[in-house]
């Protein structure tokens, strides 16, 4: 269902009057996590101010360290909806497991289907159940066939409206928190009909890389971008060194433009 041969032309998905897919360049951005009311506010303001399209923010976090910032839950599945009645762009935000994905379907516009959980096949089948699109990103080791594969659990269940998000892969380097695949744009767009989007922000985990890779993305020929930002990123409490102050999203968003229209 995911191939090319099947479904020759591009899919559109369509998301609160946002187009994603098909010559359509979406940017996606917000905190790593939902913190605080204030920080969700401040930042949802400023992406949307600089032309963010999907605000993102993550409620259920899947962390390295159990010890580690949890997210907030249903109280920040509460504040994403605050966002989204403030500003008007609608909002992609994780579900890690089947427990929750009643509570996050009810809140999220797209849902986000973490790396960790690309192969969390009963979490798969779920989401082919849900009639919310599904933003779904490769797995730290996933082969593209194997991301492709993972799109096809969720269309043999019902849904079609699969993104597909590259956000670096494991490799022997390890300067960069993981090594982004930019040819995966080239292979997915060969073999799929699928939207793909790229993730500069966890692919590097640096905020001083995310604009050069982006416009690299862009020019590739990518659907649209994931970033995170953050208006005081030495404080957050996930993904700081990664995240881009508003000024920097604004830097990164005219770089983008000069690249592709982005409506
Ligand atoms: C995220 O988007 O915040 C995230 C945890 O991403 P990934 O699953 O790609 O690590
Ligand atoms: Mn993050």
Same mark, same amino acid.
């Given at each position: 269902?995911?191939?090319?041969?099947?479904?020759?032309? %591009?899919?559109?998905? &369509?998301?609160?009057?946002?187009?994603?897919?098909?010559?359509?360049?979406? @940017?996606?951005?917000?905190?790593?996590?939902?913190?605080?009311?204030? &920080?969700?506010?401040?930042?949802?303001?400023?992406?949307?101010?600089?032309?963010?399209?999907?605000?993102?923010?993550? *409620?259920?976090?899947?962390?390295?360290?159990?010890?580690?910032?949890?997210?907030?839950?249903? =109280?920040?599945?509460?504040?994403?909806?605050?966002?989204?009645?403030?500003?008007?762009?609608?909002?992609?935000? =994780?579900?890690?497991?089947? !427990?929750?994905?009643?509570?996050? !379907? &009810?809140?999220?516009?797209?849902?986000?289907?973490? *790396?960790?959980?690309?192969?969390?096949?009963?979490?798969?089948?779920?989401?082919?159940?849900?009639?919310?699109?599904?933003? +779904?990103?490769?797995?730290?080791?996933?082969? @593209? =066939?194997?991301?492709?594969?993972?799109?096809?659990?969720?269309?043999?269940?019902?849904?079609?409206?699969?993104? +597909?998000? =590259?956000?670096?892969?494991?490799?022997?380097?390890?300067?960069?928190?993981?090594?982004?695949? #930019?040819?995966?744009?080239?292979?997915?767009?060969? +073999?799929?009909?699928?939207?793909? @989007?790229? %993730?500069?922000?966890?692919?590097?985990?640096?905020?001083?890389?995310?604009?050069?890779?982006?416009?690299?993305?862009?020019?590739?020929?990518? %659907?649209? #971008?994931?970033?995170?930002?953050?208006?005081?990123?030495?404080?957050? +409490?996930?993904?700081?060194? &990664?995240?881009?102050?508003?000024?920097?999203?604004?830097?990164?968003?005219?770089?983008?433009?000069? @690249?592709?229209?982005?409506?």
């Amino acid at each position: 269902l995911a191939s090319r041969l099947f479904h020759p032309e %591009d899919t559109v998905i &369509q998301v609160n009057g946002c187009k994603i897919g098909g010559g359509n360049v979406t @940017i996606m951005a917000g905190p790593c996590s939902v913190e605080s009311e204030e &920080q969700l506010m401040t930042i949802a303001h400023a992406v949307k101010k600089e032309g963010a399209h999907i605000l993102r923010g993550g *409620a259920y976090k899947p962390r390295t360290s159990p010890y580690s910032f949890q997210g907030m839950g249903e =109280e920040g599945l509460k504040l994403l909806q605050k966002a989204k009645e403030a500003t008007g762009m609608p909002i992609v935000t =994780e579900v890690m497991d089947q !427990e929750n994905f009643d509570v996050v !379907e &009810q809140y999220a516009d797209i849902l986000q289907i973490g *790396a960790r959980n690309m192969q969390n096949f009963s979490l798969l089948k779920r989401a082919g159940k849900s009639n919310k699109p599904i933003l +779904l990103k490769r797995g730290l080791s996933a082969t @593209i =066939e194997e991301l492709l594969m993972s799109a096809e659990y969720i269309m043999s269940k019902g849904n079609q409206n699969v993104i +597909l998000c =590259e956000r670096g892969i494991r490799t022997f380097e390890t300067y960069t928190r993981n090594t982004l695949d #930019l040819s995966a744009i080239t292979v997915i767009k060969e +073999l799929s009909h699928l939207p793909i @989007i790229i %993730d500069p922000s966890h692919a590097t985990g640096k905020w001083s890389m995310v604009e050069p890779l982006s416009k690299g993305a862009i020019a590739v020929g990518a %659907d649209g #971008l994931i970033i995170e930002v953050h208006h005081q990123p030495e404080l957050a +409490l996930s993904d700081g060194a &990664q995240s881009l102050k508003p000024e920097k999203f604004a830097r990164l968003m005219r770089a983008v433009e000069k @690249i592709a229209a982005i409506e």
